[in-house]
């Protein structure tokens, strides 16, 4: 590949030595600058690959270009190599910790052009090839990562029909994409359904949420109640993953006005009884997915009508909360959702950015950690 390289020096002599000890090195395009306010022109609208910067300059100083480089996102990569008088120390010193990558004090003796200055080249330009290399990868990583979180909110429904329930859900990745996941099926009169939290996050987390999203909806063809199926998607994940992570899952069936569920670790799921215009925490939990083998899950019921909503989300949701108030946090949820139930008929997006938002951790912030929400509501 071809490289450009720019050198900065108001005495045309200087540029001309600089040509000179730079010659062997193949494939270089030299450009001149006879000032600070010329060569940021030059690097603004050029592809450059190195700077060869005088630091005592007229109009503009080798310290302002650099200063200037070092503060322009699209220039900070771009390797520069200043130089000065023998005597002047403190400006090389002083341009370094501005970051320039080398310097070389003048005048040249001949070893000096001959061997140390094309050798300083040298390894800048490698420095930008690498930095070019990691740039373009960085970019691919993103658009892969983009494609994914694209194929992972593909898998998550945002609205499920159903003949006796109707399901609404929204999932927000800490990054691009994670490992929360939810599911809601209909399978012959009973609507399944499952919210989980892979540990960790990212692409293995993501990979694992997909694969165990594919086995519950596989064992509910199988299986008749909650608990058997945590028991197996258990054994399933203590086989992939060798015990080196955990799962946290909350598995429910409706059928014939009850609701059966089993939860492995989640935290407790709300449900708004239409009847009693009031919520009642789900408080029963077992052990964490992924630690043991073979391991049985209790079997809880709820009585459940029409009007009534199943309320299931993961850790991210309350871990604001949860650290402050470890005991009130789920009828804060509880009251939470009592406020902005009416939202949910009118635009059930917007309510679920509402309870990101006022009780998640999505407030102007960074996230933690990812957050998901799905609502089962029985017609």
């Known amino acids: 590949m071809g490289y450009k390289i720019l050198v900065v020096d108001d005495v045309a002599v200087n540029r001309a030595i600089m040509r000179v000890a730079l010659q062997t090195i193949e494939n270089v395009e030299f450009i001149d600058a006879v000032n600070g306010v010329e060569a940021l022109k030059i690097v603004a609208q050029q592809d450059i690959s190195l700077v060869i910067l005088d630091l005592i300059m ?3 100083d080798g310290f302002e270009v650099l200063k200037e480089m070092k503060s322009t996102p699209s220039l900070w990569d771009i390797p520069v ?3 000065s008088a023998n005597e002047d120390v403190e400006s090389v010193s002083e341009a370094l910790e501005l970051g320039a990558y080398d310097y070389f004090t003048k005048p040249l003796k001949p070893r000096e052009m001959k061997v140390i ?8 330009l490698k420095s930008y090839d690498q930095q070019k290399t990691i740039q373009e990868l960085n970019l691919k990583m993103q658009m892969d990562l983009l494609m994914a979180n694209v194929f992972q909110q593909s898998l998550l429904s945002e609205k499920q029909q159903m003949s006796n329930a109707v399901m609404y859900g929204k ?7 994670g490992g929360d996941f ?3 099926m209909q399978i012959d009169d009973a609507v399944w359904f499952i919210m989980a939290d892979v540990s960790g996050d990212g692409v293995s987390a993501a990979m694992l949420s997909s694969m165990l999203k594919m086995e519950f909806q596989h064992c509910i063809k199988l299986l008749d109640s909650p608990d058997k199926v945590l028991r197996f998607i258990n054994n399933t994940f203590c086989k992939m993953t060798q015990n080196s992570c955990s799962l946290t899952a909350f598995v429910g069936m409706i059928r014939d006005n009850v609701c059966w569920y089993s939860n492995a670790g989640q935290p407790y799921p709300v449900v708004f009884s239409a009847k009693q215009q009031k919520m009642q925490v789900l408080r029963e939990s077992s052990l964490t997915l992924g630690m043991v083998e073979d391991e049985k899950y209790s079997l809880h019921k709820i009585n459940i009508g029409t009007g009534d ?4 989300y993961t850790q991210g949701l309350i871990e604001d909360k949860i650290l402050s108030d470890s005991v009130g946090v789920y009828d804060d949820l ?3 959702f009592l406020n ?7 635009d059930c997006a917007e309510f679920f950015n509402i309870m990101f938002r006022l009780f998640g951790n999505g407030a102007n912030k960074t996230l933690r950690d990812d957050m998901a929400m799905m609502l089962i509501c029985i017609k």
């Open 58 to 60: 007229p109009l503009k």
């Open 81 to 83: 190599i200043v130089y």
């Open 117 to 124: 200055l094309p050798m300083k080249a040298k390894n800048a």
């Open 171 to 177: 999932y927000i990745p800490s990054q691009d994409i």
């Open 182 to 184: 939810y599911e809601c």
């Open 309 to 312: 909503i199943v309320v299931t």
């Open 334 to 336: 509880a009251n939470c």
């Open 340 to 346: 902005y139930k009416h939202v949910i008929d009118e």
